[in-house]
């Protein structure tokens, strides 16, 4: 079975541009999570999105967005990236069930480093 | 106070030595828990949840949690040099205003753990 996969995995930008990263969850897993790490913030929920809704919300700009298509297949978009944007993208799938429940397991892609020049 | 807090570190212990990671955390609400290890450069990757009061073992990993005392903690046996890494604690804390938290993961800052021949 297939893990989390994330597209690309380096990414060079300038000030001002945007960015897209791609996530493909693990088979059957149908919520889809972003966090941002950074070696002064850690790891930093960004959003969780279940059947193509956006379920919660991180405390990140607006700059920061993100969707769900119906294969639950994921995107996160930035725009007009600031130097501090420059961190490891991380998404993480899971098959969503109630709190408490192992189905909530998240599992991690290999992440997305991007560098904000 | 930080939502999840973790033991500073670094930590350092010899080959087959007892490492004991600690973790506490603020909402008395949260149902789930999770430790992550992370190599320098990888992504996280889950090494136990645990959701009910007491002891969970697996292999060499043991995972403690205390909801009273709002405490999680991590003991590895006979550690060895392999286990050198960041160790994470990650919380789902309580449901948010709309009544879901599952996709939201709340992390500690990390503990590096080393182990010495």
């Known amino acids: 079975k297939a893990g989390v996969t994330q597209t690309p995995r380096y990414l060079i930008k300038t000030r001002g541009q945007q960015v897209t990263l791609s996530c493909s969850p693990i088979s059957g897993h149908r919520s889809v999570s972003w966090y941002q790490q950074t070696p002064g913030q850690g790891l930093q929920f960004l959003f969780e999105?279940?059947?193509?809704?956006?379920?919660n919300k991180g405390n990140f700009p607006g700059r920061f967005s993100g969707r769900q298509f119906s294969n639950s297949r994921s995107e996160m978009n930035v725009s007009t990236l600031e130097l501090g944007d420059s961190a490891l993208y991380l998404c993480?799938?899971?098959?969503?069930?109630?709190?408490?429940?192992?189905?909530?397991?998240?599992?991690f892609g290999a992440g997305t480093r991007l560098s904000v020049l | 106070q930080k939502e999840v807090e973790q033991n500073s570190g670094p930590l350092s212990v010899p080959e087959g030595a007892i490492a004991s990671l600690n973790c506490t955390y603020s909402?008395?609400?949260?149902?789930?828990f999770f430790w992550y290890r992370q190599y320098s450069g990888k992504s996280p990757e889950l090494i136990m949840s645990i959701y009910s009061n007491g002891d969970k073992e697996d292999g060499r990993f043991t995972a403690q949690l205390n909801k009273a005392s709002q405490y999680v903690s991590l003991l590895i046996r006979d550690s060895q040099p392999s286990d050198s890494a960041t160790y994470l604690c990650?919380?789902?804390?309580?449901?948010?205003?709309?009544?879901?938290?599952?996709?939201?993961?709340?992390f500690g800052q990390g503990t590096i753990l080393t182990v010495h021949p």
């Open positions: 999105y279940f059947s193509e809704t956006q379920r």
């Open positions: 909402d008395r609400v949260s149902q789930s």
């Open positions: 993480a799938s899971s098959l969503a069930g109630r709190v408490g429940l192992a189905k909530n397991i998240q599992y």
């Open positions: 990650a919380v789902n804390i309580g449901p948010n205003a709309g009544g879901t938290s599952y996709g939201k993961l709340t």
